[in-house]
């Protein structure tokens, strides 16, 4: 055990608990909608795709860890509903995006399980060479760095867009 992972660990839990702050009081017939202050529709990412979204990543810190990568892996559809490549879409139906609870239990449950395995990690392996080789390498050159940025700047910028979308929706900043 190291301590490298617990301090990933920490700096990842407050982001984790504003989420789920920004969670409450969605009503469930808005969670997959887009904002429409004044009656005007906005393209902007709505609290189904921020949070689906956010659950692609705790499975990361598992896979590129070697580890067991059940207890984050989330459903296969949710890769084609909310990769950086998808597009967030207006839902008014309710049937393209999984439900509020689903996501919100998922978000939870792959977090709190992420921060399990970066706790119970060795300094060493995370302070090993990023083995993705992508642009991002050169701005998380080791492991720890890439999988803290997943586990916190990326969490937090999206969080961003959720706060923004509770304001267009005329709810409190959370």
């Known amino acids: 055990m190291g301590n490298i992972g617990s301090m990933i660990a920490d700096t990842c839990s407050p982001g984790i608990r504003y989420g789920k702050r920004l969670l409450v009081g969605?009503?469930?017939?808005?969670?997959a909608r887009l904002a429409a202050p004044g009656g005007k529709l906005i393209q902007s990412n709505h609290p189904a795709f921020v949070i689906g979204h956010l659950c692609l990543y705790p499975v990361r810190v598992f896979d590129l860890l070697g580890?067991?990568?059940?207890?984050?892996?989330p459903p296969e559809n949710y890769q084609t509903l909310f990769s950086k490549d998808a597009v967030c879409m207006d839902d008014p139906t309710?049937?393209?995006?999984?439900?509020?609870?689903?996501?919100?239990?998922?978000?939870a449950r792959f977090y709190d399980a992420a921060m399990d395995r970066l706790r119970r990690t060795d300094d060493q392996?995370?302070?090993?060479?990023?083995?993705?080789?992508?642009?991002?390498?050169?701005?998380c050159p080791t492991l720890g760095s890439l999988l803290?940025?997943?586990v916190t700047g990326h969490v937090m910028s999206h969080l961003g867009q959720l706060s923004a979308w509770r304001r267009m929706e005329g709810l409190p900043p959370g």
Do not use: C, W
């Not at 969605?26 to 969670?31: A, Q, V, Y």
């Not at 309710?94 to 978000?107: A, D, K």
């Open 26 to 31: 969605i009503p469930d017939n808005r969670f």
């Open 67 to 73: 580890q067991d990568s059940s207890p984050a892996r």
């Open 94 to 107: 309710g049937v393209q995006y999984p439900r509020q609870h689903e996501l919100t239990e998922n978000f």
């Open 125 to 139: 392996r995370l302070l090993a060479e990023n083995p993705i080789d992508n642009p991002m390498k050169l701005i």
């Open 148 to 150: 803290a940025f997943y």
